[in-house]
């Protein structure tokens, strides 16, 4: 026998039912399938330093670009950071540590940091902020394609050692000699020592090589700047020095040396003087080059920067415990003076 068909009511009754099932079903569904997504990923960057921890501005400015690009500590990102504390024979093993926890890139510093990251890996990025000739030590092929697994920013040291010397000798008026402190176990200072001795030439300065390889040659270098009576330094700016600056300006002031340095850090620490790329730009522009990284560009195909700011920071304080007058033309130009 034909089962009964059920009246048109009580049709509807079922329909509403099933839809109400069904829709039921599907909101307890949604959080399973939510939660069956995979959780945002958390980036590791390995922070190789060559200072002390919280020494610098510059690494906040790091840390300030890779908030701009939308990165947040903690929670997106982390950052394993390990600091050599200005003992440059630590880097290797520092950066063979950032490896052993598989990093997804390595930001460190200046031209020792790079070859101590380089040395390290192959295959992790590495990003080299203010390095001052990647080309010329070999770790890049080119600025606009450095290849590899290594890219950065430049900060032009060496070119600017023409304009250091012009600047103390408008400070110090009829200067003919000058002393140059530098790291002869850096390449990259190698090279900018090479740049400043043809920079003298030209200006008709004739130089004292005060030449280190570790913080410990430090006194005895400004102990041969003293013995051969020379009026003002010129400080070559790499890991070494930017490690030891605040005792290298302690040490010109007891030596009454006017010099000048490669960024504010120097004179921050009481130096009298510097002119250089700016950092905290060059560390923001690092920032940019690991966010492009992480979204998956290659860094050997990623240009090396270019600084675009330039500052001249001038501590009016050591300028007056060395008897010295600023002009005035040499005022009106500073971006910060500290007082």
């Known amino acids: 026998m034909k089962p009964a068909s059920l009246p048109a009511h009580a049709t509807d009754q079922v329909a509403r039912r099933t839809f109400l099932m069904t829709t039921a079903g599907a909101l307890l569904a949604a959080p399973l399938a939510a939660g069956a997504q995979p959780a945002r990923r958390v980036w590791r960057i390995g922070f190789l330093g060559v200072g002390a921890p919280g020494q610098r501005t510059s690494e906040e400015a790091f840390r300030q670009g890779l ?28 950066a063979t540590e950032l490896v052993r926890l598989k990093v997804d890139v390595i930001v460190t510093v200046g031209m020792q940091g790079a070859l ?82 043809a920079a003298a030439q030209k200006l008709a300065v004739k130089l004292r090589s005060l030449e280190i390889r570790k913080a410990d040659d430090l006194g005895q270098a400004f102990e041969v700047a003293k013995r051969g009576n020379e009026k003002a330094l010129v400080v070559i700016q790499d890991s070494l020095t930017l490690a030891n600056q605040t005792v290298i300006a302690q040490l010109a002031a007891r030596y009454r040396l006017p010099a000048i340095y490669g960024s504010s ?56 415990a060395l008897g010295l007058t600023i002009p005035p033309s040499l005022l009106a130009r500073a971006d910060e003076v500290i007082q």
Do not use: C
């Open 265 to 320: 850090g120097f004179v921050e620490a009481g130096g009298l003087m510097a002119y250089g790329a700016s950092r905290r730009e060059l560390w923001r522009h690092a920032a940019v080059l690991v966010d492009k990284i992480l979204k998956g560009a290659k860094p050997g195909d990623l240009p090396i920067e270019q600084p675009t700011t330039f500052e001249l920071v001038i501590n009016l304080k050591t300028a007056k």
């Open 67 to 94: 908030r701009e690009q939308g990165y947040l500590e903690g929670q997106s990102v982390i950052i394993e950071a390990r600091y050599a504390e200005g003992r440059i024979e630590r880097l290797d093993g520092l």
């Open 116 to 197: 101590a990251a380089r040395s390290a890996t192959t295959t992790i990025p590495i990003v080299v902020a203010t390095a001052a000739d990647l080309v010329g030590a070999g770790l890049a092929t080119s600025l606009a394609r450095p290849g590899g697994n290594l890219t950065g920013t430049s900060s032009l040291n060496s070119e600017l050692s023409g304009k250091r010397i012009e600047l103390l000798k408008e400070l110090l008026p009829g200067l003919s000699r000058l002393a140059v402190l530098w790291n002869g176990a850096n390449p990259g200072s190698v090279h900018t020592w090479q740049e400043t001795q």
